[in-house]
């Protein structure tokens, strides 16, 4: 019974030690050679244990470390003695756990004497035994400290198996939040660049790298790693050389984005490839942080290489001036290793003009159909054809950007076609760009020739076809051609008056219409003519400026006749007459005798004078003869034939004058005169006009008996005498034959007295005979009317010496003026006032810069003139000055009245200021003025002083351009301006208008570095890029009229990008408020268990956010879900800190607090960067369970082979007894 007894308990043992041991391998893995195992240095350290069976009693006194082959060993079977030798055969041992202990305990240790035994006493307990005695006082330390080491000996980083993106070149540090990646070692660094520090790890990628690829660190370095092995050998204890099987492999997952390229390419609509474009390229679709700014190249592309495979965003920023500008931002992706293509196609810039018809007298639009022109390019080529509608302007198709030429090429009734080429320019989309052409108005002339209605060409007598004055009036109502429907003349009224220069003179520069001619005053010797000489000026085509007619306009010489009474007396003394017949006398026109010298010769040469101009009288049976009507003139009668040998003809000549129309002298001669009637007739010496407003007295004086004629009429005695209203004066009584003088005493009104004695005599044979028959001798006394001379010095300002042309005067009459001849009236007031070649009343300035007019005629004693300027040179203001000249005669002996003036021309003077809307001076704008023809007058850049331009032309039109505004104002629009007739100076101003962009947060506080872009609506240009200040920012580069969009393209750090704000430039300042509000992230903590690495869920935890890292400020309280096991926070940019307030039930509350750092580069945890995902920011923050109150030993196997062992115990000791 005792021998099966113990049996059973000697296999109870053995069952026991192999259950124990159960975990040791079979295999064996063959090594080249047996192994030798030594005892190596002592370790100062006992101890007294029991092996696994809990019986064997085992004393170890200052043990000594096992060499195997000289490294390191350890027992595994207590109890059992090692015999040191050679010959231990090597096989596979696989209890990893006991591996693990070895690592932890000797590999990680600083391998001192103390570390070793440690570490054995652990392996022994870990096969079974139990040490209950040793002086090894630290063990219970050094086990505690290797215990955690086993502990965490599975422990990963953090960022384990994480996956990242990385463009090439990028870089990103990974933090590992548990601190223990410093234990790691590289295995492999999947081609990309890797550095570790600490516990930080950072990865960037190499274009040489795959596109996916997994960088490799492991815990356990590489000669730690392998199979245990065991060396056995009979009789001796198996040592074992331990080798870690699990190297504790973490990889981090790597998307590697490659460099790609773009090919950009620009063309027009027009399918042209367009170079010198700009693009910019940013990842982001802001177009924040561009990558760069690049440049289309000749042949209209540019390729950008080095670009990361993602989505790269393109503007265009800038286009040759005849493109417009597309601002839009597209999008392209960029694949890896390949040329994506992006074609940017934009339009030519196109607009339009509109073409105006302007007189270019007036200045009005001519509102008349059918004009046509035709536009071309600068190359010649025909492009358009347009004609002008009713309101005389057309706007023009669309036309592309660049330069043209207008030509006129039919005008409108009326006018004559401009031949200039007229230039103009598109430069930016949709405008309408005004084309004035103005065309000058079709004039009519009309030429007037005087002639005489018999002879033609030839005056007749002494009259004279010369000098003949002619009005032009109007037949219709004469409308201006422009058709705006102004009158210019109503019918019937006088357009103009001249006076013939000669036999001709013209009515120029009249508007067309129908007028007709009518002579006003007859030249001298013709008498009135009352014809009126229709004349239609019509238009005669485009080509013809000036549409002449003329006009022969015929007058009839004014006629008399001379008649005589012929008697024949036996002696001088007798007193009975008797008429004789057959006498013959004739009649020559005295300026053919004086040609000849003699009246004999004179009669030789008649045929040279017309039927009028001569006649031959004969006496009838009474004596009695009358001539045919003879012209007007000074003849020279003479008897040429006696009735009969005895008689012996008149030696006197007689002289007689016809000046007015049917005038007839009458001449009575005998043989013997003793006695004539005396009669003084006044003519005026220029036109030899009888002046029949005489009002002249005078006396006669006696040659013979030298005294004055005193002659008694009734009971007075008269020897002044003086002329009637006719202007003739007849001696009352008759004078005896004789020599004698008149003495003038009173010129006639508006004469000079004649200063010389008038001799005439009282002929004995021949005289006048009046009505009644009485003898008259004619005395004809000829005066001189005095006249006026104006003399205007003209000067200019700003000239010196130099003589300026250019200026115009207008003389008119100023009062009537009466002429003393007749007392006609020579001007009404107001009549233009020509003299000698003066057309119109136009008066230039001599070369010396004086107008000098003489030979004005003064009227009776009194006459006013007035001269107004009507055309000055250029740059200078024409004189509103009426000069007014008053003559009066202030005696009968001065021949000309000199009257003197000066006038000076002020330069006209502009101006010109730069303002702000409050009307304060702005300094440091650009300007420029243009003239009409877009010619450049000045150029300058403005101060706080106006800038003043002198000499600006009147009546033209300028324009004022700010070529570049002061910074911080927008570019205003043109002003144009007209420069008026004054000396005044004329102020200009141009007003810039200033937008200013305040950024301000929630309250109201100004913020700094926010980037914004400006963006003109119309031509998608950006104009003008800044950075906010806390002072505001004033926007550049802005045009009055334009609209604007305000973007922010990069809000300050920690705020959310602004809606874009959209703007027009009109006439006030702008203030735009741009609010940011704060950027906020919502970062989320998900709680796992550091074992399981799985979410904490479904119990309660508390977390807290602090503003300091010591965690007394406390700023908020987390938002919990227990179901998911996050706790969300949500922050703005700044630094804070979280710590766990209360972990879940079951787990250690971690003592560290959680940086968290929230700014423009992202959001990061304890400085690792955290990538955002579809879910946001979030990161793990690992709970550890609570420890258990025992050691990690298997307690169910231990307290299994306690049981047993203690049982078998007793049998044992029962089968003793």
């Not at 270019?360 to 347009?386: P, R």
């Not at 430069?427 to 005004?434: N, Y």
């Not at 650009?926 to 106006?946: C, G, N, R």
């Not at 810039?992 to 305040?998: A, E, G, T």
């Amino acid at each position: 019974m005792k021998s099966k007894l113990k049996k059973l308990v000697i296999a109870l043992v053995a069952m026991l030690t192999a259950f124990t041991a159960m975990h040791i391998s079979t295999n064996i893995y063959a090594a080249d050679q047996p192994a030798t195992i030594t005892l190596g240095a002592y370790t100062g350290y006992s101890s007294t244990s029991y092996n696994a069976d809990g019986v064997h009693y085992i004393f170890n006194e200052n043990m000594q470390q096992i060499l195997i082959d000289g490294e390191i060993g350890f027992c595994v079977e207590p109890g059992i003695l090692l015999q040191p030798g050679s010959g231990f055969v090597p096989t596979a041992y696989d209890r990893r756990e006991i591996a693990i202990i070895a690592y932890e305990g000797w590999e990680k240790s600083a391998k001192t004497a103390a570390d070793y035994v440690a570490t054995q006493f652990m392996i022994w307990e870990a096969v079974g035994g139990r040490i209950t005695r040793t002086n090894f006082s630290d063990y219970g330390a050094y086990k505690a400290n290797i215990q955690n080491r086993i502990h965490h000996h599975f422990d990963k980083p953090s960022f384990d198996n994480q996956e990242v993106t990385l463009k090439v070149g990028e870089s990103i540090t990974l933090t590992d939040t548990k601190g223990i990646f410093k234990d790691f070692h590289l295995v492999d660094t999947g081609g990309l660049q890797v550095k570790k520090n600490g516990n930080h790890l950072t990865i960037t990628a190499t274009a040489s790298a795959p596109e996916k690829t997994t960088v490799q660190y492991q815990k356990i370095p590489s000669k730690y790693v392998g199979t245990s092995i065991a060396y056995k050998k009979a009789g001796s204890q198996i040592p074992v050389k331990f080798k870690v099987k699990d190297p504790q492999n973490i990889k981090i997952r790597v998307n590697v984005q490659k460099y790609g390229s773009l090919k950009l390419a620009k063309q027009d609509d027009e399918g042209n490839f367009v170079p010198n474009t700009s693009f910019q390229l940013s990842y982001n679709a802001d177009m924040s942080k561009p990558i760069g700014t690049y440049k289309t190249g000749a042949d209209g592309t540019v390729t950008i290489h080095q670009l990361l495979p993602q989505t790269v965003y393109v503007q265009e920023v800038d286009v040759p001036d005849h493109l417009v500008l597309n601002s839009t931002v597209k999008s392209v992706k960029i694949e890896p290793n390949k040329v994506s293509a992006f074609t940017q196609i934009n339009n030519w810039k196109k607009g339009k003009f509109q073409f105006v018809k302007k007189d270019a007298d007036t200045g009005k639009v001519i509102q008349l159909a059918n004009t046509t022109l035709e536009v071309y390019d600068t190359s010649g080529n025909k492009i358009k054809t347009v004609k002008t509608d009713k309101t005389g302007s057309v706007t023009s198709e669309d036309l592309k950007y660049g330069d043209y030429v207008f030509k006129e090429v039919s005008a409108p009734h009326g006018y004559l076609l401009n031949g200039e080429s007229f230039k103009g320019s598109i430069r930016e989309d949709k405008v309408v760009v005004t084309v004035e052409i103005k065309d000058k108005r079709v004039k009519g002339k009309v030429q007037i020739t005087k002639v005489d209605s018999e002879t033609g060409n030839a005056a007749q007598g002494d009259a004279s076809l010369n000098g003949a004055i002619y009005g032009l009036y109007a037949r219709e109502n004469i409308v201006d051609p422009s058709n705006d429907g102004a009158v210019l003349h109503k019918k019937d009224t006088l357009v103009e008056q001249i006076t013939l220069q000669g036999v001709e003179g013209s009515f120029s520069e009249q508007d067309l219409g129908k007028y007709y001619v009518k002579e006003i005053q007859a030249p001298q010797g013709y008498q009135l003519s009352k014809k009126e000489y229709d004349v239609a000026l019509s238009y005669e085509g485009q080509n013809v400026p000036v549409v002449l007619r003329e006009v022969a306009a015929k007058d009839k010489v004014i006629t008399g006749n001379v008649e005589i009474h012929k008697y024949c007396a036996d002696s001088d003394s007798a007193e009975v007459l008797k008429p004789e017949q057959g006498a013959e006398f004739t009649v020559i026109l005295k300026s053919l005798v004086d040609k000849y010298k003699s009246f004999e010769e004179a009669l030789k040469h008649t045929d040279e004078l017309s039927k009028r101009e001569y006649d031959v009288l004969v006496s009838d049976k009474n004596g009695y003869a009358k001539s045919k009507d003879l012209a007007y003139g000074e003849y020279v009668m003479k008897q040429t034939k006696t009735s009969d040998a005895d008689i012996l003809p008149l030696k006197e000549e007689i002289t007689f004058t016809i000046h007015k129309q049917n005038e007839q002298f009458s001449y009575s001669i005998k043989n013997a005169l003793t006695e004539s009637y005396v009669k003084i007739v006044k003519y005026d010496k220029a036109t030899q006009k009888e002046i029949t407003l005489s009002n002249m007295s005078f006396k006669v004086w006696d040659v013979k008996h030298h005294k004055y004629v005193s002659q008694k009429v009734g009971n007075k005695r008269i020897d002044t005498f003086t002329t009637d209203e006719k202007g003739q004066s007849t001696l009352p009584l008759p004078l005896k034959s004789g020599a004698y003088e008149l003495h003038e005493v009173k010129a006639p009104n508006g004469y000079l007295i004649h200063q010389a004695p008038i001799p005439f005599e009282v002929k004995k044979a021949v005289f006048e005979a009046d009505e009644d028959g009485d003898p008259i001798t004619v005395v004809k006394v000829y005066d001189d009317m005095p006249t006026g001379r104006i003399v205007l010095k003209k000067s200019f300002e700003a000239t010196k010496d130099e003589v300026i042309k250019g200026a115009v005067f207008q003389l008119t009459a100023n009062s009537e003026i009466i002429n003393p001849r007749n007392g006609s009236v020579i001007y009404h007031k107001g009549d233009k006032v020509n003299v000698g070649q003066a057309e119109n009343g136009r008066y230039e300035l001599n070369e010396d810069g004086i107008l000098d007019i003489a030979g004005l005629p003064l009227g009776i004693g009194k006459a006013s003139y007035a001269l107004q300027e009507i055309e000055t040179a250029d740059g200078y203001v024409l004189s509103d000055k009426k000069i007014v000249f008053d003559f009066e005669m202030k005696d009968d002996t001065t021949k000309e009245y000199v009257l003197k003036d000066s006038i000076e021309n002020k330069q006209t003077i502009v101006e010109i200021t730069k303002e702000d809307t409050k009307g304060k001076a702005i300094a440091g704008a650009e300007m420029q003025v243009f003239d009409e023809k877009d010619t450049l007058v000045s150029e300058w850049k403005t101060s706080q002083a106006p800038h003043t331009i002198k000499g600006l032309a009147v009546g033209k039109k300028y324009r004022l351009h700010e070529k570049e505004a002061p910074l911080g104002y927008a570019q205003a629009k043109d002003v144009y301006f007209t420069i008026e007739n004054t000396e005044k100076v004329q102020s200009v101003a141009m007003r810039d208008i200033q937008v200013k962009v305040r950024k301000v947060d929630e309250a109201g506080k100004a913020l700094a570095n926010a980037k914004f872009i400006v963006t003109d609506t119309k031509t998608k240009q950006i104009v003008d890029r800044f950075t906010s200040d806390t002072k505001g920012n004033v926007v550049k580069h802005l045009i009055e009229g334009h609209s604007y969009i305000l973007q922010e393209v990069e809000a300050p750090n920690g705020y959310v990008p602004a809606d874009p704000v959209e703007f027009t430039l009109k006439d006030k300042d702008i203030t735009i408020t741009v609010e940011n509000k704060p950027l906020k992230i919502e970062l989320q903590l998900v709680k796992i268990d550091s074992d399981t690495k799985k979410p904490i869920v479904s119990k309660q935890f508390v977390f807290q956010a602090f503003a300091d890292k010591e965690c007394r400020h406390k700023l908020a309280d987390a938002v919990i879900d227990t179901k998911k096991g996050t706790a969300a926070f949500t922050f703005r940019y700044g630094k804070y800190w979280i710590k766990e307030i209360q972990a879940p039930s079951g787990y250690q509350v971690r003592d560290d607090a959680i940086e968290v750092t929230v700014n423009e580069k992202g959001v990061f945890v304890n400085g690792e960067a955290l990538r955002k995902t579809e879910q946001g920011y979030y990161f793990h923050f690992e709970n550890t369970k609570l420890p258990a109150t025992s050691d990690h030993t298997n307690l169910p196997l231990f307290f299994a082979s306690l049981i047993i062992s203690l049982f078998a115990f007793v049998l044992i000791i029962r089968v003793k007894r």
